[in-house]
């Protein structure tokens, strides 16, 4: 019987954003690392961070470091597939770090990044011989757009879709979402969504807790939309839709 693991990651790292067009290459996140005297002292590595139009978020948090940099990105997919075969796993499902949280309030910023994304997963899945699949990461802002990436997921080994417990200031049950999950549906995608924190109001709120800064995430425990009242019922609209929920705490 075939082994999937389905809630892996990946973690973003330079190479994600090279398939943003020259035109958006000036909204392509920059790598900062923070310098600490403390910590070379104690022969800790330096933090890397993200900076996104003018806000930081942590890459090198929430990572298990036993696993080498080149399996946890994927710049090495021979050494990530000698990974899983060490593991016994047959298939991942890829999801998303740095999408954890979203990045910014810009909505033709966030559509470049999304867009970036899906192609660097799509080729991971073209050299992964069938065993990386992955969830496509929609631009919500943009219906039409959001609708033209799942197409193209489904033709580049994407396996579901990726949506967040909060979405700006909706849950996934608005209607305004409903365009999605009908094209979802036709495509035969399930709807994923994972712990996180889709409103940077609420990111600085969280991120300002004791118990965030070991991760520097900011995000929540779990994903809200399972626990609002009726909560399924936009879910249940369309026949064949699925939705599954990954579970909080979920190691990178």
């Known amino acids: ?62 990572i298990g470091f036993d696993i080498a940099r080149e399996r946890r990105e994927a710049a090495d997919i021979e050494a990530r597939l000698a990974h899983m075969d060490e593991l016994e796993v047959d298939t991942q499902v890829l999801y998303p770090s740095l999408f954890l949280r979203t990045l910014t309030p810009l909505p033709h910023v966030d559509a470049s990044l999304c867009k970036s994304y899906n192609r660097w997963l799509a080729d991971i899945w073209k050299a992964g011989k069938g065993r990386l699949r992955w969830v496509v990461i929609p631009p919500l802002h943009y219906i039409d757009k959001a609708i033209e990436e799942l197409n193209f997921g489904k033709k580049n080994g994407a396996c579901g ?52 800064r070991s991760s520097s995430s900011g995000r929540s425990t779990c994903s809200p939309v399972l626990l609002w009242p009726g909560c399924h019922r936009g879910f249940q609209i369309y026949g064949g839709l699925l939705l599954r929920s990954a579970p909080s705490g979920s190691p990178t």
């Open 161 to 212: 879709v990726f949506i967040r417990g909060v979405e700006g200031d909706k849950l996934p049950t608005d209607p305004y979402f409903f365009p999605v999950y009908e094209e979802a549906s036709r495509l035969g995608m399930p709807i994923c969504v994972h712990a996180s924190q889709g409103n940077l109001e609420m990111f600085d709120i969280f991120g300002r807790a004791p118990a965030s």
């Open 1 to 62: 019987m075939a082994v999937i693991d389905a809630d892996a990651h990946v973690v973003e790292w330079e190479r994600t954003w090279e398939y943003m067009d020259e035109s958006e290459r000036p909204f392509a996140p920059r790598v900062m690392v923070y310098k600490d005297p403390a910590q070379k002292l104690f022969g800790q590595r330096a933090s890397e961070y993200w900076m996104i139009g003018g806000r930081v978020f942590a890459k090198d948090a929430n």
